[in-house]
């Protein structure tokens, strides 16, 4: 074989190589097109809310004071994406930023429910006159609502809600057991304590020793009860003793 024969073999063998190699080339960029594609169209119909839409948000839990209307209003814009694209923690937010709510969970139930538990949030003091304390002392916000008219009345220094709600059930728990009621503790900003009775009495009880000074309180009470005078304020901030402030009686008679 000369050596132009064999320049000719070896050029169509190359040419052939190419073909195939080009061949090669477009049917994988055909695949991956059409994986590309169909990755398209899928997210197309996982977002569409027509297609796919949120039939139902199925919500559990007590309520007292949020109503499905705020429910509705609070969602309102989420509901309109489909089943897949709706953010459950997007829901979840919305939800807990309605003011008597404490705290949701939210997940999918296939194939077109979103099932929500919602807990409120348990009201147990006023605090600071235009906020609540929760069962867990912590501070929250929201408009007053039939029927709680009657919790005491909570305040003190911005972080110290927990504090002044675990002096209340103790200092209450005393008085109850001895027939008097405790309507309103104040923990000022020296961090001095004041009580107010159910009654009208006022009880300086000083930074230290509030459960010892009440108790004084309590003992000497029935002396108190002798006078023909009303009592409207008693400071216990003493080692030993008090202090009576007598109502005046033009005010006691009105």
Request: hydrophobic fraction near 35%; avoid cysteine; charged fraction near 40%.
């Given at each position: 074989m000369t050596l132009k024969q064999r320049w000719h073999d070896g050029k169509a063998q190359l040419s052939q190589v190419n073909w195939y190699l080009c061949s090669g080339i477009a049917f994988l960029l055909l695949v991956v097109l059409s994986f590309v594609l169909a990755g398209w169209k899928l997210n197309l119909l996982l977002n569409d809310a027509q297609a796919l839409p949120i039939e139902a948000v199925a919500i559990k839990g007590e309520r007292q004071y949020t109503s499905d209307n705020d429910i509705r209003l609070a969602l309102q814009d989420l509901m309109k994406r489909s089943f897949f694209s709706a953010d459950v923690t997007q829901v979840q937010q919305a939800l807990e930023n309605l003011p008597w709510v404490y705290r949701v969970s939210v997940r999918r139930d296939w194939p077109a429910k979103l099932k929500v538990y919602l807990q409120e949030q348990v009201p147990v003091a006023h605090w600071n006159q235009d906020a609540w304390l929760n069962e867990h002392g912590e501070v929250f916000a929201a408009p007053a609502k039939p029927g709680l008219e009657n919790l005491p009345w909570l305040s003190g220094p911005e972080k110290r809600g927990a504090e002044v709600l675990t002096a209340f059930k103790q200092l209450d728990e005393l008085l109850r057991i001895n027939s008097f009621r405790l309507e309103k503790l104040s923990l000022t900003p020296r961090l001095a304590w004041e009580a107010v009775l159910g009654n009208g009495i006022v009880l300086e009880l000083g930074?230290?020793?509030?459960?010892?000074?009440?108790?004084?309180?309590?003992?000497?009470?029935?002396?108190?009860?002798?006078?023909?005078?009303?009592?409207?304020?008693v400071d216990l901030r003493y080692d030993t003793g008090l202090a009576v402030g007598w109502q005046d009686p033009q005010q006691e008679s009105r």
């Open positions: 930074r230290e020793d509030r459960m010892s000074r009440v108790q004084r309180f309590i003992n000497v009470y029935p002396e108190l009860l002798k006078q023909e005078k009303s009592v409207a304020r």
